[in-house]
């Protein structure tokens, strides 16, 4: 039998204002708890429903040294930045953002969505990169939802959407500078997954709807919960009631790691050199 992960550690989400001051549900960063290596952030935005001319996004920002994944549920957000890139995000698609050396984007709702209202409701992720990888040109992947590969158990209780890894038999298509697992499952009542995990990497739950059981003999995971994982080889997912999660997972890069703000950097000589390079143009501007 493979060895099963244990929970070590439940992490209430707390919120927090961001971009131009929507609220989002975040587990971690929080006092205690810097990462999750590679992990720098998860953040839950809404969801929320807006009224006409509500809506509010996070204007022209920079971003250097790291990789924002944004997967949106419900609602639509449309993406620029400094590279003339433009990209509009519907239900269920995914954008992968390299910043690498950097970047300046804003990302909003769409011009729809702030005229007419409506509901946000998705994930932003921050991954971070190695540090032979952070001055890297800046890339993207968008992946439309049809485009994102699906599976599910054989009972069709438990249901999964890979955004990187695998899971089933079914592989995402991302491609990713180190070996990661972004996992959606949405668990029905009386759903049981064991899904592997390489015994070196570091995982959490993050529980987003109903609540799951998490390891064996495990532990309850209600919604707006993480529960971080320990080592071993398999982690075991159950739930009684409907129940929606993320499971991510990546290989530990085990370097320092100092921020501030938008810049993810090893040393702090390097986050006074991002923010110099900000302010002086050298990550360009939008063209509008
Ligand atoms: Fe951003």
């Known amino acids: ?4 992960r244990d929970v070590l550690r439940l992490v209430f989400s707390h919120r927090q204002r961001e971009g131009g ?27 929320i429903d807006y009224a006409p001319g509500k809506a509010i996004g996070a204007p022209d920002h920079p971003h250097r040294g ?6 949106v549920l419900e609602g639509e957000l449309e993406h620029e930045d400094s590279s003339g890139e433009r990209g509009f995000l519907g239900a269920g698609d995914v954008q992968w953002m390299t910043a690498g050396r950097g970047v300046v984007h804003s990302e909003m709702p ?3 969505l702030q005229e007419g209202g409506g509901r946000v409701h998705g994930f932003q992720v921050w991954v971070n990169l190695p540090r032979k990888d952070k001055f890297i040109e800046p890339r993207y ?9 699906k599976a599910q158990t054989a009972d069709g209780l438990a249901k999964v959407t890979l955004i990187a890894g695998e899971a089933l038999g079914a592989k995402a298509l991302t491609e990713t500078r180190t070996p990661l697992v972004y ?19 570091n995982g959490v739950v993050y529980v987003f709807e ?5 390891g064996e003999p495990g532990r309850a995971v209600k919604e707006g919960t993480m529960a971080i994982l320990g080592l071993g080889e398999v982690v075991k997912l159950s739930a009684q009631v409907p129940t929606q999660l993320l499971l991510l997972a990546g290989v530990p890069l085990n370097e320092p790691m100092v921020r501030w703000g938008p810049f993810v950097m090893n040393e702090p000589f390097e986050l006074e ?15 509008r």
């Open 66 to 71: 790291f990789e924002t994944v944004t997967y």
């Open 110 to 112: 769409s011009r729809r």
């Open 273 to 287: 050199q991002a923010a110099a390079d900000f302010q002086t143009g050298k990550m360009g501007s939008i063209p």
């Open 183 to 201: 996992q959606h499952w949405s668990l029905s009542p009386g759903a049981v997954v064991e899904q592997p995990l390489p015994g070196s990497f």
């Open 1 to 4: 039998m493979k060895n099963q």
């Open 210 to 214: 109903g609540e799951a059981h998490v």
């Open 141 to 149: 992947q968008e992946l439309k939802a049809g485009q994102i590969p």
């Open 21 to 47: 001051g929507f609220i989002v549900r975040r587990p971690f960063p929080a006092v205690g708890i810097t990462q999750v290596d590679p992990f720098l952030l998860v953040d839950e935005l809404g969801p």
